[in-house]
Structures are given as C-alpha cells and as structure tokens.
C-alpha cells in the first residue's frame, strides 16, 4: 500500500481517500484505525446533546462516578465509563495516566518529572494533568508504540 500526501492551500477541512481494488488485511486495518480516530464521542454539554470527534478531546476524567470529556471549548458529561472510552477510542492515540483520566497523546505539548516521581503533562491548550507514577511506564510503552506506528 502507498501513501500520497498532497497540500492544498485554501481547504476548509482536511480530507482523506482510499483508493483500492480489493479490501485485504492491510487495508482493513488501515480502516479500523481510521474509523476510531474519526469517531465521534457523545454526551451532553449544558443540558443539550453534543457529539465530538475524538480527535478534538484533551483528556477524559472521572469525579463521583460521572466521566466528562474536556475539548478546548466544553466539558461534555458522557454515559460511559474510562474502561469504555479506552476500549472504544484507543486507537486514537488515548492513554490512561491515573486511575481516573485518560489523555490524548496527540494533545500533549510536552512533560516534565517531578519531585514525587509523578509526572506532569503539559497540554498543547496550556492545561496541566499529573499522571501517577503507577501508569507511567505503561504510558510510555504505549506512547512507543504509538511513534512506532506513526511511522509506518
């Protein structure tokens, strides 16, 4: 399979085509991924039902049972738990860091050690998040594999 990347001045929104004589496996895979990275996440944001691409959340969090996801403009409450937005949207580049928050890696800036051996993300929109030293080696075991598959 062949990549072609061609820039466009003037769009309005980036688009992607798959050209193709016969879905084998590669070609499969390569739509599954694309199908989770495209997908919209659903919940309500001041009492009116939203639904935003994934590839626009910072981060997933959990307080008292209730899991919200924040974009750089709303904090949308959702009906499904961590375990499922993992399950679901994993593909798209979201990694757990504490026990209740899931970052998207695409949306971080960079991260910095601190004293307590945690860490600290820095969000591309200036926020901060500390993962816990617990998930911090299975975060960069994934944050790996994700550059890995990047570059294929």
């Known amino acids: 399979m062949k990549l072609i990347k061609t820039k466009e001045r003037g769009l309005t929104e980036n688009y992607l085509e798959l050209h193709y004589d016969e879905i084998n496996d590669e070609t499969k895979e ?6 989770t990275t495209l997908s919209n996440v659903e919940g309500t944001y001041d009492e009116k039902h939203v639904s935003v691409p994934v590839t626009e959340v910072l981060y997933f969090d959990t307080v008292d049972r209730k899991t919200f996801a924040y974009t750089d403009k709303m ?23 504490s026990k209740s928050a899931v970052v998207n890696v695409y949306k971080i800036d960079h991260l910095q050690g601190d004293i307590n051996m945690r860490t600290t993300i820095f969000l591309k929109n200036g926020e901060k998040l500390v993962m816990n030293r617990g998930y911090k080696k299975e975060f960069m075991t994934e944050l790996e594999r994700i550059k890995e598959r990047n570059r294929k």
Do not use: P
């Open 30 to 35: 390569v739509i599954s991924r694309l199908d």
């Open 75 to 97: 904090c949308i409450e959702m009906r499904i738990t961590l375990r499922n937005v993992l399950d679901n949207y994993s593909d798209a580049g979201l990694i757990r860091i």
